[in-house]
């Protein structure tokens, strides 16, 4: 049975847990681990280095950087880590199979769950895998630095045993500024040898260079920009020009981090203002989980956003006309597992703070003798799973394919959770942030609530700070709901006059046949600024039928928020009151839909379609309208009230009284490129 699979058991040889640092911090301050993990990753990548030519000879098919890449998407084949019996193989994906190429959109094959309450669980064991690999290198590694250079005996190895994947965070202040640091950009990178020798060598962080030949099945998807040739790039690109040769440019990459930094910071921080309690854990989870939302119904106005829609948006701004863009290729850029790693650290962040949201065995509907559980499922089905199959917490519909144990058995996702103590072991942690170690349980539930306003205040998504702050004469006609006919805990006492304004996106997956994005901009005169973005990460069922295009365009619905900057609202109904009048809620809304307008945009940059805003927008003539099958389903304003506890100033706050209103683009989205007529 062991030599059909390949356990994912993270660092378990190095008997203890340490901590996952950021990239930068193990690079400055770190600097024997900087080395292992540069040349261990660049090992199982296939590079050749004098100093890792004995440790390459040790590794399997299964840690090696294309098998494992391999597992997110294309190529479309069985992974080496994960060898089944015939019997196993009943289910699973078969190109020449009509079950998974005639359906619409057809199954894609690739293992990873998207779109699904499983996203977040199943992406956990697949960045265990690639640290396990990374890992074990490092161990022979740095036991041969230390058998040829005795004096440093006891750096080299306690270094590799300290060793965990490390992240990059995407939501750092810095970024907004300074964008990616060189070591993720810069083709070649200097490490630290034994003796104290420095060495300048090829950047494993920086590209993946295919080994043993690009894929059959990888193919070019065609933009009305452009073209990723990823049938013929021998390594993979960021922003590259339509170009046969490939490359990656560097100005555009650092425009596009840097432009979407800000609205990340406060999109994250809203994740961490859902209430201490719900009615119904799961659906709570379903809505920080993913960005499909498989729970949500027509009534529920409540809007915090996803983990998955913000990490779709650092596919996109890394990617451009590349491999991170696209699900089927993204996990080949060495980027990718960082990214992952970052996404995983503010998950165990959240369910530090949020330890009793979970999955479970579905989401109530219903009332009373009605009320009934309803079975989470993948809708699309993977390279092991058919459609619509049930998801579960653990048992046989549990298994997070294709990452097995010591025992035989899969990773379930009732495993995946906490990274303390009393959890299923992982053997890693995340360095402390704002005192909240998230390697060891929280001591009360106050330490909960109160690591959660740390948090949201980092993020620059502080609700009370910001209301604090207002023209409070300016507000002084902006309805509030009293906190205690809301049905609000006693304690809790609204913050009068003041609102949050987001605005809700719901876009079609495959409108377009890739992924791309739904930008948002606030126009006043002359100027135009960039407010946020919601992604569509997503794959191209590539076929000549226009009508399977458009059958794919009315399915699956992905959702995003973007929160207006609390200082734009407060611009606005400023100058109402400086105009003469005081704003009301509908004046406010009127004068903020009025100045906002949206396009549709692809990951190369070309714009696809764009709206005006507000119902004195020009109507789109019909012979320029956009197709009903490309445009969002929705583009519309919400707002939300603000409670607080007086009496604590850190306890958080609540966000209650949800109100829908009006669609921001009433007049219609027109096609500005042939793609989306």
Known sequence: ???????????????????????????????????????????????????????????????????????????????????????????????????????????????????????TTWHRPYVMLVEQAVGDVADCLAEAFEVNNPGEAGKWVQAAKELRFPYWDWAAPQ????????????????????????????????????????????????????????????????????????????????????????????????????????????????????????????????????????????????????????????????????????????????????????????????????????????????????YNEQISPSGARGSLYPFRLENGEYWNSEQTRFLHENAYPKYYSYDEFLGIEVGKEASSPEERRRARR?????????????????????????????????????????????RMFIVVVRLPEHAFNRSYNFELRYNQGTESRFIGAAAVFARPDHSPCKACAKRRANGSIIRGVIPLPFSLINDIIASSANGGTTATLETTISDITKRLS?????????????????NDAPIVPSGQSASSDVVPAEVALYTSAVAEKPDDTEHPVNLFDWQAHNALFPNGWKAVDQEAF
């Open 1 to 119: 049975m062991a030599e059909r699979f390949y356990p994912v058991v993270g660092r378990k040889s190095t008997g203890a847990v340490y901590n996952r640092i950021s990239i930068e911090d193990m690079q400055q301050n770190h600097p024997h681990q900087f080395t292992l993990f540069i040349l261990s990753y660049a090992a199982i990548q296939g590079n050749h280095n004098p100093n890792t030519s004995a440790a390459l000879q040790d590794i399997i098919p299964a840690a090696t950087y294309m098998e494992i890449a391999g597992i997110h998407g294309k190529p479309y084949r069985e992974y080496a880590g994960d060898r089944k019996t015939t019997e196993q193989k009943v289910a699973d994906y078969d190109p020449a199979d009509p079950k998974d190429t005639l359906p619409v959109p057809s199954r894609f094959g690739g293992y990873c769950n998207h779109g699904s309450v499983s996203f």
């Open 175 to 386: 970024v907004a500024d300074e964008g990616l640091p060189p070591v993720l950009i810069e083709d070649t990178v200097e490490i630290l040898l034994p003796g104290g020798i420095t060495q300048v060598c090829p950047n494993p962080l920086s590209y993946y260079a295919y080994q043993g030949g690009i894929p059959p099945d990888f193919e070019n998807e065609q933009t009305r920009s452009g073209t990723a040739y990823f049938s013929t790039w021998p390594r993979t690109f960021r922003h590259s020009p339509s170009s046969e040769h490939g490359s990656t440019d560097k100005e555009a990459l650092q425009t596009a981090v840097k432009s979407v930094s800000t609205g990340i910071r406060e999109r994250l921080g809203l994740l961490f203002l859902y209430p201490d309690e719900h009615e119904d854990p799961a659906r709570v989870y379903d809505e920080f989980s993913n960005s499909v939302n498989e729970s949500r119904d027509d009534l529920n106005a409540d809007n915090r956003g996803s983990l998955e829609g913000i990490h779709g948006l650092i596919h996109g701004s890394i990617g451009g006309n590349g491999h991170m863009s696209s699900p089927d290729y993204a996990a080949f850029d060495p980027f990718f597992f960082l990214h992952h790693s970052s996404v995983d650290r503010i998950l165990a962040l959240w369910e530090w703070c949020y330890s009793d949201y979970w999955m479970g065995d579905g989401y109530d509907v219903g009332e009373g003798d009605n009320r009934r559980t309803v079975a989470w499922t993948q809708e699309r089905g993977t390279y092991a799973q058919v």
């Open 454 to 498: 740390k948090i949201y205040r980092y993020y620059g998504c502080d609700p009370k700070e910001a209301a604090a702050k207002t023209d409070k004469s300016s507000w002084s006609r902006i309805p509030v709901r009293p906190a205690k006919e809301a049905g609000l805990p006693g304690l809790f006492r609204e913050i009068s006059n003041f």
């Open 598 to 614: 949206g396009a549709l945009v692809d990951t190369a940059g070309k714009v696809l379609a764009t709206a005006q805003g507000g």
